[in-house]
């Protein structure tokens, strides 16, 4: 049983399914590697910190749980700013939202490498975490604006995996400038760097060429009657929880493994930013490869978008669980590698269905209260918790109990998947059909 794709959809919706591109394939590529760019400058600026963990502990004498802080600052920043500045940018104009919030951050990120002491630092992330608030949701809407609704998935997960490709950067680049310079001229090169690629995007992406058929004047106009259709569905509450659940196991490696590596592998700073990095990568590759898994999956099943994120969340579960308790060694760093794979994987496809389950003409909305929900269950509390456990029970024993996370986002997934086909009907207004013939081309296959 699939979901007709052509029909007409309720206003505000394209097919989600849609292979039709909106305009310009080679244009909707630039604004894609454009925005990829300003999401790498996004993560680096942010995650550089974590590659210079050891040397402000030492500087400053400073707990776990304040390193920690500085780390989850960010985040909570992200999360509590995220929905009402993409609402602003849905009715002001997202490109030149995003402009000025990466030029913000990438000032804040000069600030911190100026910092004198803790709370001077602290300021400087929070200000960080303000700039960065609502570029993932904004700059996903702005992606997925230009794109087939058939690719939503794919760039999605492609998309949300540019953060961990810039957690690798940022800790590989940080510790190595960091090792080489000092901790402060890690910050300024992330700073410099971000300026540079705000530039060029006011420069090349115009608001006007995206988005040919966005919606009427009239339907921006009714926000405050789509607004309410963002928790309408049981399927895509599931989607946030679960997401952000399932992202606090993510965040929460992409903190501490610099430290851990440094800790339990006696690696100097620099090299344990790198080997960090590599597995920051494994993580963002996992992000690609779920998206790219939901899309080719659930072509003639919607809900087994649902069965993929089940699948990275268990999955995830097990090897975490299995690789910390194992020593330091060859083969806990290859079931950490694995563990790694999965433990973001549920971000395409999670990505997909809030596409597919609410309006378009509150597209960065949307995806604001997923970041919302990612930011405030997962990405925030990840490195700030992990920290408080390890100034109680050492670093191991708190990664330890990290990935027990996953069972909560497994129960919110399984629940989505339970009601997930009434409500794509309910809200969508399109009518279940039978499955295409074999004879029929592949790209009518419904995908929603």
């Known amino acids: 049983m699939g979901f007709l794709t052509t029909a007409e959809p309720t206003p505000g919706r394209t097919a989600s399914g849609s292979s039709e591109w909106p305009g310009s394939r080679r244009y909707a590529w630039v604004v894609f590697a454009l925005s990829f760019g300003l999401l790498l400058s996004d993560y680096m600026s942010r995650q550089v910190l974590n590659a210079v963990f050891p040397m402000l502990k030492a500087d400053w004498l400073l707990s ?4 920690g802080s500085l780390s989850g600052i960010v985040a909570l920043m992200v999360g509590l700013l995220t929905f009402p500045l993409s609402l602003l940018a849905d009715r002001w104009g997202r490109v030149r939202f995003l402009v000025i919030a990466a030029t913000m951050w990438s000032l804040a990120t000069l600030g911190c490498a100026v910092a004198a002491s803790y709370g001077q630092m602290f300021v400087g992330r929070l200000c960080v975490g303000v700039g960065e ?79 040919p058929q966005k919606p009427a004047a009239e339907e921006r106009a009714a926000l405050r009657v789509l607004l309410p259709r963002l928790f309408s569905s049981v399927s895509v509450v599931s989607a946030y929880i679960g997401s952000g659940l399932q992202l606090f196991i993510a965040g929460a490696l992409i903190a501490w493994l610099p430290s851990y590596f440094n800790r339990y592998y006696d690696l100097p700073t620099a090299k344990a930013g790198a080997t960090a990095g590599l597995f920051a990568l494994v993580i963002g590759v996992g992000m690609i490869l779920g998206g790219i898994a939901s899309d080719r999956i659930s072509r003639r099943a919607p809900i087994h978008k649902w069965t993929v994120a089940i699948g990275c969340s268990v999955g995830s579960l097990v090897l975490l669980m299995t690789a910390f308790r194992l020593p330091a060694g060859q083969a806990q760093l290859l079931v950490l590698a694995l563990g790694a794979l999965l433990c973001a994987g549920t971000a395409g496809p999670g990505a997909a269905m809030v596409a597919n389950l609410t309006p378009a003409a509150i597209a960065a909305t949307a995806f604001a209260t997923l970041t919302l929900a990612q930011s405030l269950l997962g990405l925030a509390p990840g490195p700030a918790v992990t920290g408080a456990l390890a100034d109680r029970l050492g670093l191991l024993g708190a990664l330890q109990l990290v990935p027990l996370v996953a069972i909560a986002a497994t129960g919110c997934f399984l629940t989505g998947r339970h009601h997930y086909g009434r409500d794509l009907r309910r809200l969508t207004g399109l009518a279940p059909v039978a499955e295409p013939k074999e004879s029929e081309p592949e790209e009518s296959e419904p995908s929603a």
């Open 64 to 67: 776990d749980a304040r390193l």
């Open 133 to 211: 608030a609502a570029y993932g949701s904004v700059g996903i809407a702005v992606v997925l604006s230009v794109f087939p609704g058939a690719l939503r998935a794919t760039l999605s997960g492609a998309f949300i995996a540019g953060g961990a490709f810039g957690s690798v950067l940022g800790m590989s680049i940080g510790g190595a400038v960091a090792q080489a310079y000092g901790w402060r001229w890690a910050f300024g090169v992330m700073g410099v760097l971000g300026l540079v690629l705000a530039g060029v995007y006011a420069v090349v992406v115009r608001e006007k060429r995206l988005n």
